[in-house]
Structure formats: structure tokens, C-alpha cells
Nanobody, 120 residues
């Protein structure tokens, strides 16, 4: 069984910073890419950032220059450093990992979601 556990969400003022973490645990697990999606009330879930096993990254245009994704392959953990936060960043943030335990088909695994609220 594979589990993703998120932490680090909360309430922050505009212009502030938060750091989200997502740790994968469970069966021996090969991860090819990890990333973060977010979903605001009444909106579709959108990709925020993604990082591959070799460190290549992609970001949504709305967060470029403000958010940084990183990962620790030895710990199967990813991070999302969010700076210069704006009210429009308010959403539930979900981490994912694309991979599989040995012998199992590749698939996306999801975290439980963590609320980020940017408000004064």
C-alpha cells in the first residue's frame, strides 16, 4: 500500500510564504514524477508544478517566479515553496506521485489535500 502524507498548509497574509511537504511511504516504490495540483472553490483542479526524477520542473504560468518545487529522492518526499502568496492562490493543494511498487502498473497516487488560505 502506498500513502502520500501532506503537511504545511494554513492561513497566511498576502505576500507571505508557506512550504508544503508530501512524503510517500509504503511498499518499495519507484517514483518517476511528483507534483502538486490545486482546486479552488467552484474551479477545476489545475496543475501547479511538477518535477521529474531527473529534476526537470514545470510550473503553471500563474505561479512562475513565486513557487519552487523540489524533491528528495532518498526520502521520496517533495516540497513546494510558495512565496509572494496572493489571495488567488487560495485552494486545496493536492500532491501526487506517478510511479508504482515493483511489479505493479504505473499510476498516480494522491495525497489527502491541504488547505492554503491567503487572506488579510
Amino acid at each position: 500500500q502506498v500513502q502520500l502524507v501532506e503537511s504545511g498548509g494554513g492561513l497566511v497574509q498576502p505576500g507571505g510564504s508557506l512550504r508544503l511537504s508530501c512524503a510517500a511511504s509504503g511498499s518499495i516504490f519507484t517514483i518517476y514524477s511528483m507534483g502538486w495540483y490545486r482546486q479552488a472553490p467552484g474551479k477545476q483542479r489545475e496543475l501547479v508544478a511538477r518535477i521529474t526524477s531527473d529534476g526537470s520542473t514545470n510550473y503553471a504560468d500563474s505561479v512562475k517566479g513565486r513557487f519552487t518545487i523540489s524533491r528528495d529522492n532518498a526520502k521520496n518526499t517533495e516540497y513546494l515553496q510558495m512565496n509572494s502568496l496572493k489571495p488567488e492562490d487560495t485552494a486545496v493543494y493536492y500532491c501526487y506521485a506517478f510511479g508504482a511498487p515493483s511489479g505493479s502498473p504505473l499510476q498516480n497516487y494522491w495525497g489527502q489535500g491541504t488547505q492554503v488560505t491567503v487572506s488579510s
